[in-house]
Structures are given as structure tokens and as C-alpha cells.
């Protein structure tokens, strides 16, 4: 942790939710990570991955103020989560590769309180599908408490050959320990609906927040 710090809140949070990003920084990943290929093989983790187009620029590096820039941007602050769905809490002046962050679930009218810890950040030259790209690429994993076990990987790709710029999501989750019966029966019912559609509307908003804050220099 910095001993300087700048607490964000993507969006307005309830005093409790500030108290309990503070009580994060104690706690470990609640699952063993394992790789992508052994989620996928093991039915026991629900596996999703999606992705989106975002507007063009021109071929080459990221230029300043495009498309790339610009999502990269949100997706660091994670603007990227519909606010309506969930809201972050985080200290903006921490290294973000390994930062923690408390995530606030919304859901008619209830609060959940999901701690997640960043990782696997990469922000560079790349290769993908055997073209040269730039990739903003990273992580989190689910801290104990949360409601899952799992990893999400969020990433934003620029083709350099052709100036196409991507928006991705992927992720393998399951179930975490939820003592309380009434949540863990909601859980049950409504947790895949509600994972569904918080990965449409993250998607939705990358694309619009993009393109209206993007500039085009092509």
C-alpha cells in the first residue's frame, strides 16, 4: 500500500463499503488460480469470454487520444462496469499491478461487497493470432469473502496493421462460500443472469464511452 492515498469510488458507495476496502488488504485469493485450458476441460468452473470492436484508427501505434487511449483509460479506472450493476472502490494512487479493489454488487435494492486484487498486467507490443498488436491486458482475482472464486481478464487490443481496436472479456468462475442461506439461494437463482448481463453491459459501455470520447485522426 502507498502511504499516500487517493481513494476513488467509481460511483457513490455507502460509508460501510469504504470501511470494508480497508479490511481488504489482509485477505488472499480465495481459489488456487489454475489456467485457462484446465478451466475450460473442468466442469466445475463456468467459463465465458466475449468481445466487441471498438472504433478504428489509423495502422500503427496507439495515437494519442484514439480509441485505444481512451479505453485503455476506462478500463484501468473501470468505468468500464455499469455503475447500475457494480461500483469499485480503490486507492488510485496504489501500483496497479496488484492493487485491491472492493467491488460493490447491486441487486434490487441490496449491497454485496466482493473484494478483488489486480494482476497480470501488460500494456505493450504483442503478437495475437499471429499479427503484430498493442495489448493494455489484466486481471483480478477474487479475494475471501466474495461471493465467487474466479478470475476475470479484461483487455484492449490494437492491430497495428490495420488500426482495428478490440475490447475483451474473459473469465472462469464458480460459486464461493456464501453462509448466508437467503443470499446463497439468490446466488443460485439469479448469479448467472446477472454475470450475463453485467458482461453485455460492460461491453455496451466500452463501445459507447469510446467512440464519444475518442478523437479520429484518420
Given at each position: 500500500m502507498s502511504s499516500v492515498q487517493r481513494i476513488v469510488q467509481t460511483a457513490p458507495?455507502?460509508?460501510?463499503?469504504?470501511?470494508?476496502?480497508?479490511?481488504?488488504h489482509e485477505?488472499?485469493?480465495?481459489?488456487?488460480?489454475?489456467?485457462?485450458?484446465?478451466?475450460v476441460d473442468d466442469p466445475a468452473w463456468q467459463v465465458d469470454r466475449d468481445r466487441t470492436d471498438l472504433p478504428a484508427e489509423a495502422p500503427g501505434p496507439p495515437q494519442p487520444g484514439g480509441p485505444?487511449?481512451?479505453?485503455?483509460?476506462?478500463?484501468?479506472?473501470?468505468?468500464?462496469?455499469?455503475?447500475?450493476?457494480v461500483r469499485?472502490?480503490?486507492?488510485?494512487?496504489?501500483p496497479f499491478d496488484g492493487r485491491d479493489m472492493l467491488l460493490v454488487g447491486r441487486f434490487y435494492g441490496l449491497r454485496f461487497p466482493m473484494g478483488v486484487r489486480v494482476g497480470g498486467v501488460h500494456d505493450g507490443p504483442d503478437e495475437l493470432d499471429g499479427a503484430p498488436v498493442h495489448r493494455f491486458a489484466w486481471h483480478?482475482?477474487?479475494?475471501?469473502?466474495?461471493?465467487?472464486?474466479?478470475?476475470?481478464?479484461?483487455?484492449?487490443?490494437?492491430f497495428l496493421e490495420d488500426g482495428r481496436v478490440e475490447f475483451r472479456i474473459a473469465a472462469y468462475s464458480q460459486r464461493g462460500q456464501i453462509g448466508n442461506p437467503i443470499v446463497r439461494a439468490g446466488f443460485t437463482l439469479f448469479g448467472r443472469s446477472t454475470q450475463s448481463r453485467f458482461y453485455a453491459r460492460a461491453l455496451q459501455r466500452m463501445r459507447t464511452l469510446t467512440a464519444d470520447l475518442a478523437t479520429d485522426d484518420r
Open positions: 458507495v455507502p460509508a460501510w463499503a469504504l470501511r470494508a476496502y480497508h479490511d481488504l485477505r488472499d485469493v480465495n481459489f488456487e488460480p489454475i489456467g485457462w485450458d484446465a478451466a485505444f487511449e481512451v479505453a485503455r483509460g476506462l478500463l484501468q479506472s473501470y468505468e468500464v462496469a455499469d455503475p447500475a450493476l469499485a472502490v480503490y486507492d488510485a494512487a496504489a483480478y482475482r477474487t479475494l475471501e469473502g466474495h461471493l465467487e472464486r474466479g478470475q476475470m481478464d479484461y483487455e484492449v487490443v490494437k
